[in-house]
């Protein structure tokens, strides 16, 4: 179970269930400034170290932290953010446990430089929820021009754990070191960025306490549940046996269908037949010789070539245009209104063509359809959609009762039966064109070979589709992407060695 991701309400509440017995939330608090003094004796050297202590439970485990590195002969200063005499509860208890001075922020002096040592930030932790303002305001800004490294406790210091948004104030850190499991602000951006390396570390809380809380947020990951998945083919299969993709090809934007198309070859779509304008249908036999091509006069009558019950997807918006409104909605409900049902993925100038028209949409989509909005996207579909990025992608799972993938560097996505993933793997030289229509692709191309529900072909596709990125590395443009998911699938496929250690 190491892929939940629990809210603030679900780890208080975790907490609270682990309370049983000898364990209290003091016997917690030891035990996380235990794990996060033993993981900064693991990773740095022996040197000088400032803890900074906020008023609330993270000050605690601040305090703690910093007793026992001074009991392993390290160089601690601690500072607090308010009079230690006014600490309360198990904040008060752990203060105590450091038995020597404390400075207060208004009288503090920052080190800085990279050998000036470390920075500790437990001021705030996972229960601010007001702003950050005055003595404590200052200090926290001041530790974002310093080039000491900063290890932040839990979250750094005004980063919502919930949502990933961070005050003005919230540091940089170096390592963020969580307790038990990962927050969501871990993944969302910009609390993804500001966290640096997060590491979690376990506190003794028994996985058993998790079943009555959830359900939970997971992390994307070869880990997840689609992973488990025999993705090979077999010797005895034909192509038939894997699926047959419908991509509509656009009129002016070829490209787009092109990556797509290849894409969904490599993640191993039996057959990808590209659906494109008499004038320009030559062009997608010339990009890629392994595609079949099916020209088509009147649009209008595209539903003709889905009626091929081997064909069980269809792809549609990569590149379609926008400049027959009327005739890509009909394709669309066509295709998502089709019997027998065929899985739908809507990318793009789909999704984009119904901006202000939307109520027909949602009731002709269901659980067969994927839609891949980015965030201009899913503004123009759910415009009354607020909140963090895994609320609207929820609420919009629900309205229209299809599987979400909102896009971006933290994609999300959601399911209408309530599962919901983040992805966090993948390089920033995915900001390119392009690289969207690979993973429309991808996700057709995967649903076509019928191995999984649309919600995991999506959390698959994704995570493959990051991965492809990290391995094809800086220069990457999207037509590189397909070219390194044989790649991908090898290490997903490969099975891990023992590592060799005696079992006995």
Not at 146 to 152: D, F, K, L, M, S
Not at 159 to 180: H, K, L, R, S, W
């Amino acid at each position: 179970m190491v892929c939940e991701i629990l809210s603030t309400h679900q780890i208080k509440l975790a907490e609270k269930a682990a309370c049983t017995g000898k364990t209290n939330s003091f016997t917690l608090m030891q035990r996380a400034g235990k794990a996060v003094a033993d993981e900064i004796i693991s990773r740095y050297s022996k040197q000088a170290v400032l803890v900074l202590c906020g008023p609330g439970n993270n000050g605690g485990d601040g305090f703690i932290v910093a007793a026992t590195l001074k009991k392993k002969n390290w160089s601690v200063t601690v500072a607090c953010a308010v009079d230690p005499h006014d600490l309360q509860g198990d904040v008060s208890r752990a203060a105590e446990l450091w038995k020597d001075d404390i400075i207060s922020f208004e009288d503090l002096e920052l080190p800085d430089g990279e050998s000036a040592g470390l920075i500790i930030d437990a001021v705030f932790g996972t229960g601010l929820s007001r702003p950050i303002e005055g003595e404590i305001y200052e200090t926290l800004l001041s530790l974002r021009r310093t080039e000491c490294p900063i290890i932040a406790l839990d979250v750094p210091s005004g980063m919502n754990a919930d949502t990933g948004e961070c005050q003005n104030c919230t540091p940089q850190a170096e390592v963020t070191i969580t307790f038990a499991w990962k927050k969501p602000g871990h993944l969302l951006l910009p609390g993804r960025q500001a966290s640096g390396e997060v590491v979690v570390v376990d506190i003794g809380i028994p996985e058993d306490v998790l079943p009555p809380i959830g359900p939970f947020m997971l992390e994307n990951s070869s880990h997840l549940s689609w992973a488990k998945e025999d993705f090979d083919k077999p010797v005895y299969t034909h192509k038939y046996d894997h699926g047959h993709l419908v991509v509509l090809g656009g009129r002016m934007m070829t490209g787009a269908a092109s990556l797509a198309s290849n894409a969904a070859l490599r993640m191993g779509a039996g057959l990808v037949t590209v659906v494109a304008p008499l004038d320009t249908s030559i062009l997608y036999q010339i990009q890629n010789p392994c595609l079949l091509v099916e020209p088509i006069v009147e649009l209008a009558r595209f539903k003709d070539h889905i009626k091929d019950p081997r064909r069980n997807v269809v792809l549609l918006g990569c590149g379609a245009g926008l400049d027959n409104v009327g005739i890509l909605k009909k394709i669309i409900f066509d295709s998502a209104q089709f019997m027998p049902q065929k899985i739908c993925v809507l990318d793009a100038d789909a999704l984009s063509v119904f901006e202000g028209d939307t109520k027909v949409l949602m009731s002709t989509l269901g659980p067969h359809c994927i839609l891949t909005p980015h965030e201009g996207e899913f503004a123009r579909l759910f415009p009354d959609l607020k909140g963090s990025k895994p609320e609207r992608a929820f609420a919009a799972a629900k309205r229209s009762r299809s599987v979400i993938v909102l896009k971006g560097a933290d994609t999300v996505i959601a399911s209408p039966d309530s599962r919901l993933v983040i992805n966090a793997n993948g390089s920033g030289w995915l900001s390119t064109a392009g690289t969207g229509d690979v993973l429309a692709g991808m996700i057709a191309g995967l649903a076509a070979r019928g191995l999984l529900d649309p919600f995991d072909v999506a959390c698959a596709a994704v995570w493959m589709h990051s991965r492809a990125s990290e391995m094809a590395g800086p220069g990457m443009i999207s037509s590189d992407l397909a070219g390194y998911i044989p790649s991908v699938w090898k290490e997903l496929m490969t099975p891990v060695e023992d590592d060799g250690e005696d079992m006995a």
